[in-house]
């Protein structure tokens, strides 16, 4: 290959993931609908990893995000007949299960030894906790500076956020699919066009492209016209909505593009939006790869439905790893009835007047008491302004306590008010509020000399 | 002249943790000045008084026409400690863009700049 057709040359990571729960069709729909080099599903919240970990607790062989299964089987013949790649942090608390159970459905699919799964794992920090207390590593919350021994007992998930590094490794020994735990998002972009052109660990500009590719797509139609309040009204065709595709070149330059024929659009202003969404200070967005400069972007329209991005720098990484920590926090509930016209708020007020005063009166102890009144001022709250009366309001109060005992006695005071309190009350078939167990999130940072990640090929 | 923000810029929210954050950015190149000018730090903070507990942080990135605010304290703990229906501070965009500016009349009609509704 000449020097010029090496430049030129584009590799495409499609986005087919945004969140678990995200749509279904979306990864099929992405590698049918044109060509793709790359398929990236981001399946792993904030506290995700926590209600991964119980699932596990109660059956070793779970731990991992279910719905990655059927995405692969969605997405097999592609994989195995065209060799479009998949790279995916499904793997939860459990990334060799995970691939094992990919390995399971190739072969009820007839494509047995077709397939190499590369399991990332490392990330994991639970089992070495008390040995990284010890060490001096005190874990402390980004946010409050407290260490990590306040919470200890409670601790139910703790896992580092690893960067591509070990991704691209699976792929350059030659993984069709690739399962992780807690990688970052971006890494799961950002490792496919590390691999295809060779960009080293310190080539900060181009890993900074790739962080910023990345995050551009990891949120799925967020950046192609769902959620996009630029202009919605004519956004064409969401029920079709066409997810992200990077066009990436080797210079570090890449375009967000998505399948001809499907609905939704890119344009600059749909990518800027995605591009400050969960926003810290532009100048660092910090990962384990490289400190990406937001403020250095370009934007530029492509032609139609199509967003070239360039000029984007970096610098050097920092030498610690974030790490999510999930904690037992309490429990918590939340009730709600509608009130109707006419004083509709007023009415809903009294209730929540009458309630409150109950709670009192039984002596029942709450960390926190909320009340919203949705319909007029749950999304705003004081900045909210009414522009005459409302029709009908929703009355929505939630408690949250250390005590269990006192959420489920909540639980139970909400129903009798629709017939001892307020007039003009519905809204109650849902029967019972649910009392919750809270888990909670406890961001912190560990040297990332201590993270030794793992890469093993199955299949 | 009063100018609705709504009018002049489009706008993103997300969280971290109990931080909500809201990108906004303008809907014509040509008046990012002008919303980098009036949303300084005191008057969003002042628009955000008894909605967030904590303090603002602001950033500006001229390349896309936009700025960034950090609003701490904005939901109730957070994550799934919230009680709050916008847990996840979803909402905060379009809570900003209810500030309405006030512009000189003379710059207001050299950007183009549409009136608020009386």
Same mark, same amino acid.
């Given at each position: ?116 799964? +590369? ?24 946010e409050t ?35 992780? $735990? ?37 949120? +799925? ?20 909505? $066409? ?19 499907? +609905? ?196 | ?15 971290k943790g109990d931080t909500a954050n809201? +990108? ?20 969003v903070a002042?628009?955000f008084a008894g909605v967030i507990d904590g303090g603002v942080e ?11 605010f950090l609003l701490h304290g904005a939901l109730d703990g957070g ?10 501070g ?29």
């Open positions: 290959m000449s020097g010029t057709a090496a430049s030129n040359r584009i590799v495409r990571v499609a986005s087919g993931q945004g969140f678990w729960g995200d749509w279904l069709d979306a990864p099929r729909r992405q590698v049918e609908g044109g060509p793709v080099d790359y398929l990236m599903l981001d399946y792993l919240a904030e506290v995700t990893m926590s209600i991964l970990q119980k699932q596990k607790e109660r059956d070793p062989a779970m731990g991992y995000a279910r719905d990655f299964i059927g995405a692969m089987e969605s997405v097999l013949p592609a994989v195995v007949e065209r060799g479009v790649r998949v790279v995916a942090n499904a793997g939860g608390v459990n990334p060799t299960a995970c691939a094992q159970a990919v390995l399971e459905v190739a072969r009820q699919r007839g494509a047995a030894g077709k397939l190499k799964v +590369g399991v990332v794992t490392g990330d994991d920090l639970l089992p070495r906790l008390d040995e990284l207390i010890a060490g001096g590593h005190p874990l402390a919350n980004m500076g407290e260490p990590l021994d306040v919470v200890r007992d409670r601790v139910l998930s703790a896992n580092a956020y690893i960067g591509s590094t070990p991704i691209v490794e699976a792929l350059a020994r030659g993984a069709n699919v690739v399962v992780t $735990g807690r990688s970052t998002d971006t890494a799961l972009t950002m490792a496919p066009l590390r691999h295809e052109f060779g960009w080293a660990s310190d080539d900060w500009d181009r890993l900074a492209a790739g962080i910023i590719a990345g995050h551009i797509i990891e949120c +799925g139609a967020q950046c192609s016209g769902g959620n996009c309040l630029y202009d919605w009204r004519n956004i064409p065709d969401l029920a079709n909505v $066409g997810y992200p595709i990077v066009e990436a070149r080797a210079d570090g330059t890449f375009v967000v593009a998505k399948h001809p024929g499907t +609905g939704g659009r890119i344009s600059v202003p749909s990518v800027t939006e995605q591009l400050v969404y969960e926003m810290g200070d532009p100048r660092s967005y910090i990962t384990p790869d490289v400190v990406a400069d937001f403020t250095s972007i370009r934007l530029a329209p492509d032609g139609e439905d199509r967003v070239r991005v360039f000029g984007i720098t970096g610098r050097p990484a920092t030498d610690k790893l974030k790490v999510s920590i999930a904690y037992r926090a309490g429990f918590k509930a939340v009730g709600s009835l509608v009130y109707a016209w006419p004083d509709a708020l007023e009415k809903a007020k009294a209730a929540d007047r009458v309630l409150r005063e109950r709670l009192d009166a039984m002596g029942l102890r709450f960390d926190q008491l909320l009340t919203e009144f949705v319909g007029v001022s749950a999304a705003h709250g004081p900045l909210a302004i009414s522009s005459g009366e409302a029709p009908e309001v929703q009355w929505r109060i939630g408690v949250r306590s250390s005590d269990r005992k006192a959420v489920e006695r909540f639980t139970r005071e909400i129903a009798p008010l629709v017939l001892n309190g307020p007039p003009t009350v519905t809204g109650f078939a849902g029967g019972r509020p649910k009392v919750e167990e809270i888990v909670a999130y406890w961001p912190a940072l560990v040297d990332k000399s201590v993270v030794r990640t793992d890469v093993e090929i199955l299949g | 002249m009063k100018v609705r923000l709504v009018d002049i810029a489009h706008a993103r929210s997300g969280d809201v +990108g906004v950015i303008a809907l014509r190149p040509e008046w990012y000045g002008i919303i980098a000018e009036s949303l300084t730090l005191d008057r002042a628009h602001r950033f500006e990135l001229p390349n896309l026409n936009a700025l960034n994550g799934t400690l919230s009680l709050k229906t916008d847990a996840q979803k909402v905060f965009s379009t809570a900003m863009l209810r500030m309405v500016l006030d512009v000189d009349d003379a710059r207001a009609r050299t950007l183009a700049l549409p009136a608020a509704p009386a």
